[in-house]
T-cell receptor
Framework: QKEVEQDPGPLSVPEGAIVSLNCTYSNSAFQYFMWYRQYSRKGPELLMYTYSSGNKEDGRFTAQVDKSSKYISLFIRDSQPSDSATYLC?????????FGDGTTLTVKP | KAGVTQTPRYLIKTRGQQVTLSCSPISGHRSVSWYQQTPGQGLQFLFEYFSETQRNKGNFPGRFSGRQFSNSRSEMNVSTLELGDSALYLCASSLRRPGTGGDETQYFGPGTRLLVL
């Protein structure tokens, strides 16, 4: 079993839709939770970072962490075609990040 | 502030050769980590360096090695290349200070795309 499991997708939504991206993890020692966005042939770009249960909002993006269920989510409101990318969840502890396999999102105009 | 830079951006090698990739972290960042990204295995942690010392290591064979210089720049080396080493190699830097905390937020470079023929 992988330490981090990410809903595989791919996901295709119309512009303006609310997108939900999800990951589960198995190791309760994980302390830091991150979401990255990766465009084709580019390095991952950090979107959200949190270390506590609850919600963290940044513009159209909301990261949600439920440590009791070992479940993390990223919500994108009013999705735009420019949001089309692969989204990676990452869980970090003691200097090592473990990534999900990524969910590819396409937002159609 | 300049981001993480990696050189070269693209590389083609043949089996059995060795390769050295370079990474310059964000100014002030002393922690540098390396990752391998492939379609089949995703993003996998190779190793982390801080203050010229390897602090963490992933599950890769000894053919993969790295080092860090006093200016925090880092290199990774892969010897005796295999076809399966074809991948995007990513470097990330952070303000993390092993053992004493610090911001764990990692910032990635654009990667070096290695093709082994």
């Amino acid at each position: 079993q992988k330490e981090v499991e990410q809903d595989p997708g791919p996901l295709s939504v119309p512009e303006g839709a609310i997108v939900s991206l999800n990951c589960t993890y198995s190791n309760s020692a994980f302390q830091y939770f991150m979401w990255y966005r990766q465009y084709s042939r580019k390095g991952p770009e950090l979107l959200m970072y949190t270390y506590s249960s609850g919600n963290k909002e940044d513009g159209r993006f909301t990261a949600q962490v439920d440590k009791s269920s070992k479940y993390i989510s990223l919500f994108i409101r009013d999705s735009q075609p420019s949001d089309s990318a692969t989204y990676l969840c990452a869980i970090r502890n003691a200097g090592k990040s473990t990534f999900g396999d990524g969910t590819t999102l396409t937002v159609k105009p | 502030k300049a981001g993480v830079t990696q050189t070269p951006r693209y590389l083609i090698k043949t089996r059995g050769q060795q390769v050295t990739l370079s990474c310059s972290p964000i100014s002030g960042h002393r922690s540098v980590s390396w990752y391998q990204q492939t379609p089949g295995q995703g993003l996998q942690f190779l190793f982390e360096y801080f203050s010229e010392t390897q602090r963490n290591k992933g599950n890769f064979p000894g053919r993969f090695s790295g080092r860090q210089f006093s200016n925090s720049r880092s290199e990774m080396n892969v010897s005796t290349l295999e076809l399966g080493d074809s991948a995007l190699y990513l470097c990330a830097s952070s303000l993390r200070r092993p053992g004493t905390g610090g911001d764990e937020t990692q910032y990635f470079g654009p990667g070096t795309r290695l093709l082994v023929l």
